[in-house]
């Protein structure tokens, strides 16, 4: 499967404060992030597993890289497309949690620092927060602000 090809499912929590929608992001993990802020946050979301439908993908990976089990219902928001071809399908839910002190990713391996022949271990995700709409706008990547406009089409659409 070719880069263009990959293909991820994710979540995107969301809560009200004071009657101001905040989203939920997460911070890669790992060295190559590590001192990077704006554009690099993302919703929780990985690569799809053969034959695993896409919003059981969004729900695995939240609860793996958040340690919190996914809430319901959900909204659809569609998919986007990032930069290097990849496509994001995403869900919306309601929920709330204090990630700052509750955050349990999984972990992955890879060499490091380059061709030192060590290996070590990394958060799949290092930091998570509730960012207002505007903050959260600055911090994730560009091509995912589509899915926060569309969570704030849905919520202002008359029941």
């Known amino acids: ?87 994001v399908h995403a869900w919306a839910f309601e929920g709330d949690w204090e990630a700052d002190r509750e955050l349990v990713s999984n972990t992955f391996e890879m060499e490091w620092p380059p061709r030192s022949g060590q290996m070590q271990v990394f958060p799949e995700v290092d930091k998570a927060q509730f960012f207002s709409i505007a903050e959260a706008k600055e911090k994730i990547n560009v091509r995912q602000v589509a899915l926060i406009d569309r969570l704030l089409a849905w919520l202002s659409a008359p029941s």
């Open 1 to 87: 499967m070719g880069r263009s090809n990959k293909v991820s499912a994710g979540l995107m929590m969301y809560r009200l404060q004071a009657g101001m929608v905040e989203v939920f992001l997460i911070h890669p993990g790992g060295p190559y992030a590590a001192k990077k802020d704006r554009g690099v946050w993302s919703i929780p979301k990985g690569e799809i597993e053969p034959d695993e439908p896409l919003e059981e993908t969004a729900v695995r990976e939240f609860e793996e890289e958040t340690g919190k089990p996914a809430g319901s219902p959900r909204i659809s928001l569609g998919s986007i497309r990032q930069r290097g071809g990849k496509t």
